[in-house]
């Protein structure tokens, strides 16, 4: 079975500091994303890598940055946390583009 | 431009009580539709793919088909463990990634 981990379940930051998601995958996925999750906006993609030190911007990269120096592990940096990226945050990862995406049990983040 | 659009929002359905999710989509080629179930608070758990317009699959209770149009996710004599949120997502022609639509949300009641 493919298995998605994140490193938090729950966070509460405070607006301006510096956030780190995590993500691992333990299949040898070659793609990997990250995505947000908003009440009635749906899941919207991040950002996405498709190999080692290679990312790409997705839909809403804005406040947003990526770091993935392994393959097993893609992390989401939040420069500066304002209180419009308290979500939900989603990590996927896929074996090859054309793949079935599975998703990791997701971090919920607030920003105060 | 590539869009998802699912209905109804929300689905009460007695226990036993056989229904369909619709998902319509537009986009440019399609290169696959993927059915998720959520769980609240938790991330999206793969049900299904599928490739071409006439395709079905099917597990347990669920089974899904696909159109050059839309999709249905036809559940059949649903259970209360049957409740969650059910989200559609394509991935156009040469895209990476999905596209995601914003879910119905179903309640089965015992």
């Known amino acids: 079975d493919v298995k998605v981990t994140q490193s938090s379940r729950y966070l509460v930051k405070r607006t301006g500091e510096k956030v780190f998601l995590e993500c691992v995958q333990d299949?040898?996925?070659?793609?990997m994303f990250w995505y947000r999750q908003d009440p009635g906006l749906g899941l919207r993609l991040i950002y996405f890598s498709y190999d080692v030190k290679m990312k790409e911007k997705g839909d809403i990269p804005e406040g947003y940055s990526v770091s993935r120096e392994k393959k097993e592990r893609f992390s989401l940096i939040l420069e500066s946390a304002s209180t419009n990226q308290t979500s939900m945050y989603l990590c996927?990862?896929?074996?090859?583009?054309?793949?079935?995406?599975?998703f990791g049990p997701g971090t919920r983040l607030l920003v105060l | 431009e590539d869009q998802v659009t699912q209905s109804p929002e929300a689905l009460r359905l007695q226990e036993g009580e056989s229904s369909s999710l619709n998902c319509s989509y537009t986009?440019?080629?399609?290169?696959?539709l993927f059915w998720y179930r959520q769980d609240p608070g938790k991330g999206p758990e793969f049900l299904f793919t599928l490739y071409s317009a006439g395709e079905e699959k099917e597990k347990e209770r669920l089974k899904a088909t696909l159109t050059k149009k839309e999709s249905f996710l036809h559940i059949t004599a649903p259970k209360p463990e049957d409740s969650a949120t059910y989200l559609c997502?394509?991935?156009?022609?040469?895209?990476?990634?999905?596209?995601f639509g914003t879910g119905t949300r179903l309640t089965v009641i015992p």
């Open positions: 299949m040898d996925h070659e793609n």
């Open positions: 997502a394509v991935r156009p022609a040469g895209a990476n990634n999905l596209f």
């Open positions: 996927a990862s896929s074996l090859g583009t054309w793949e079935t995406q599975y």
């Open positions: 986009v440019s080629g399609l290169r696959g």
